[in-house]
């Protein structure tokens, strides 16, 4: 095992700590007599870092509460009316954004979670899935973590994915548009079925059956692509719209496999593997050093995520650390 002398010496920590650093480092490696001793002079060093240290730990305990209790999965089947009355959903809001927005003021704090409620009309927690059924026949499966807002007129269908990750099987109307907005990118049904997954930096589009349109708001590279049954496409995207865009072909029975808990990774990255998993993971999961940008192929299974964990560990030679039963960390050996 390296010791804090030699990962010093080899340039992999930093001369200065922050308290989150040193519960990490110190979980690691619980028997370096030489770490303890540095850790106990950071410590001492300045009231600042026992302050933090102390902060430190009282989050990790409150998120190891909030992250404790039960949410098994669920398999519920719900049915949006088309159009649906908007206008009871509104005064619901309104009511209860006004005791939510006073409680928040209250105590100075306005959680990105409970605005992510105010706008979504269907959620899903971790580990579960829902899925939605439209009136006029059409599916949504929402992936855990994953959150829906839509809107119909008698023109068109909109939906929103907020967050996560979803797959559509549309029934195709000529007459009223299917399209999907995730942030600067908007995918519109053309009779199929088809998955689509957002996160911070980029939106994936995989088509199963028929085809999809694809297209960028506000870029100025432009993007307007068909993509059929096999294709996928990641958008890269930032303030100005789309960034990038990367195309592939992928099997179309491999298309949101998620939604049998399984997750397929093929020539991607340690990251994109892990990015896969943390939905279904009660927790946090911390990539260390460059192992994110590691490349990896595997399937992995999506049930038992800690056990999905361990197998992408393997596949890299890399250590993984279990911290507490909220907190996993991957490093590079």
């Known amino acids: 095992m390296a010791t804090e002398q030699q990962d010093r010496a080899d340039g992999a920590i930093p001369s200065q700590r922050t308290a989150t650093e040193w519960l990490l480092a110190l979980n690691e490696a619980p028997d370096d007599v030489l770490l303890q001793r540095r850790f106990q002079a950071w410590l001492t060093d300045d009231p600042a870092h026992e302050r933090d240290w102390i902060s430190v730990n009282s989050m990790f305990d409150q998120l190891g509460s909030a992250l404790s209790s039960d949410t098994s999965p669920l398999g519920t089947s719900t049915v949006v009316s088309f159009p649906p009355d908007r206008r ?8 209860v954004a006004f005791g939510l927005a006073a409680a928040c003021v209250a105590v100075g704090v306005f959680s990105p979670e409970i605005l992510l409620r105010f706008r979504a009309d ?8 829902r899925e939605v059924t439209l009136a006029d026949g059409s599916t949504i499966r929402l992936a855990p973590s994953s959150a829906i807002a839509t809107h119909f007129t008698t023109g068109r269908r909109d939906v929103r994915l907020l967050r996560g990750e979803a797959f559509f099987q549309v029934v195709h109307d000529t007459k009223r548009p ?22 911070d930096a980029d ?3 995989a088509v199963r ?19 059929h049954a096999g294709d996928e496409i990641r958008v890269s995207t930032n303030e100005g719209g789309v960034s990038g865009v990367a195309r592939r072909h992928v099997e179309p029975e ?11 990774v093929r020539d991607r990255t340690v990251g994109d593997a892990v990015d896969a998993i943390r939905p279904w993971f009660h927790g946090v999961i911390i ?47």
Do not use: C
């Open 209 to 227: 059956e028929g085809a999809v349109q694809v297209e960028g708001n506000g870029s100025s590279r432009g993007l307007s692509e068909v993509l």
């Open 122 to 129: 269907q959620m899903t927690g971790v580990a579960q899935q």
């Open 203 to 205: 939106t994936t589009v």
């Open 254 to 264: 491999e298309v949101a496999l998620w939604t049998s808990a399984r997750a397929m």
């Open 178 to 199: 299917f399209v999907v907005t995730t942030g600067a990118v908007q995918t519109t049904d053309v009779g199929t079925a088809f998955d689509i997954r957002r996160n």
């Open 88 to 95: 009871v959903k509104r005064r619901r809001l309104a009511l």
């Open 287 to 333: 990539l260390r050093g460059d192992i994110a940008r590691q490349p990896l192929t595997g399937v992995y299974n999506l049930s038992d995520p800690l056990e999905a964990l361990a197998a992408v560990a393997h596949a890299q030679g890399a250590a993984m650390y279990r911290i507490s039963p909220w907190i996993v960390v991957l490093s590079a050996r």
